[in-house]
């Protein structure tokens, strides 16, 4: 999608401080961290939110999780992580690319705001 910005930072037309990256995704540290460790993964294919994704996608979200798994090891998460998606105005998205918001290092609360 020409006009979205997740779309650019996985074409690599805007720059991201990059983790992760294979043929099918992105993880990136988030701009504005809400945690010491905050990082977002994005499919490279643009799907507006996880309200489109449907039973096809399976193997998409597998690969996500998995890697989230990776990545927290690598990163010594060892406390635990949120992984969050927020899903149209009232869940809080701002950028109309389906992400997951990796968030660790700190106590988390429940419920979230
Ligand atoms: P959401 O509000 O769930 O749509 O999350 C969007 C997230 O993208 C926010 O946490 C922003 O801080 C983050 N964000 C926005 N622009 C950038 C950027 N250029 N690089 C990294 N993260 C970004
Ligand atoms: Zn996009």
């Known amino acids: 999608m020409t006009d ?4 650019k930072i996985a074409a690599g037309e ?3 401080n990059k983790l992760y990256e294979d043929d099918t995704l992105l993880a990136f540290y988030d701009i504005d961290p809400q945690a010491p460790v905050h990082f977002l993964v994005i499919p490279k294919q643009h799907i507006e939110s996880a309200a489109s994704l ?22 010594g998460c060892a406390g635990g992580y949120r992984v969050v998606t927020n899903v149209g105005e009232d869940g809080g998205q701002s950028v109309k690319h389906l992400h997951f ?5 700190r106590s988390l609360a429940w419920p979230p705001g």
Not at 54 to 71: C, F, P, Q, S
């Open 14 to 16: 805007i720059p991201s």
């Open 4 to 7: 979205c910005l997740f779309c």
């Open 101 to 105: 918001h990796v968030l660790a290092k």
């Open 54 to 75: 449907t039973e096809k996608d399976a193997a998409l979200l597998g690969h996500v999780y998995a890697v989230i798994a990776r990545l927290t090891q690598q990163l």
